[in-house]
């Protein structure tokens, strides 16, 4: 047996603009199985657009669950990188000191396949032109000569000494990658402001 809504507050119909009062629920906009029918085109569109929404958001979870380690360490690194850039933005080539509106890299002084765990320290990382970093193999004795005049000859000798290896797990790529990309976001809010 079926009971009536109480004091069911009258709506307007979607598709005829009739009043009328709910009769199954209260989320109901139509009057009628006729008005539902001339309705349901109306929201085709919205529904495709949600079902599309929800298939793009699984494949992009289905494609994090099939990353590599080596994925998550190449997203880190470019996150890292662009900080790099963006905090040495306002400085000259950390090798040749000169300003020029070419390509600029995030150049390592102790590079990433001699030192893997120096990849993500800031100290061992500053603003390198193209030319200095690629074809002139990071120009080391001048990079070197500008890392102990910018931070002393006592971080470089750190930077040269050994270090404990790091091997580096999918998670604490990952809270690189995030933290790298919020400090980006800092820097250019600031450059913005």
């Known amino acids: 047996m079926r009971t009536a809504l109480k004091d069911v507050k ?15 629920n209260t989320t109901q906009v139509v009057c009628s199985p006729k008005c539902a029918l001339a309705h349901a085109p109306a929201n085709s569109e ?3 657009k949600a079902i599309g929404q929800c298939e793009r958001h699984e494949i992009k979870v289905r494609k994090e669950k099939l990353k590599s380690r080596a994925d998550h360490l190449r997203e880190a690194q470019a996150a890292f990188n662009e900080w790099i850039r963006l905090r040495d933005a306002d400085r000259p080539c950390v090798s040749c000191g000169r300003h020029h509106e070419g390509q600029y890299h995030a150049g390592h002084y102790r590079s990433v396949g ?9 100290l061992n990382v500053w603003k390198q032109c193209a030319p200095c970093n690629t074809h ?7 990079y070197r000569i500008s890392l102990l005049q910018g931070i002393g000859a006592e971080k470089v000798e750190w930077l040269e000494g050994p270090h404990e290896p790091r091997k580096y797990t999918v998670e604490e790529i990952k809270t690189i990658k995030a933290e790298y990309r919020a400090k980006t976001r800092e820097l250019k809010k600031g450059q913005a402001a």
């Open 10 to 24: 009258q709506k307007t119909c979607k598709a005829c603009g009739e009043k009328f009062a709910p009769m199954f």
């Open 46 to 48: 919205k529904a495709r």
């Open 114 to 122: 001699a030192n893997p765990e120096l990849r993500f320290e800031p």
């Open 136 to 142: 002139l193999s990071g120009n080391l004795v001048n």
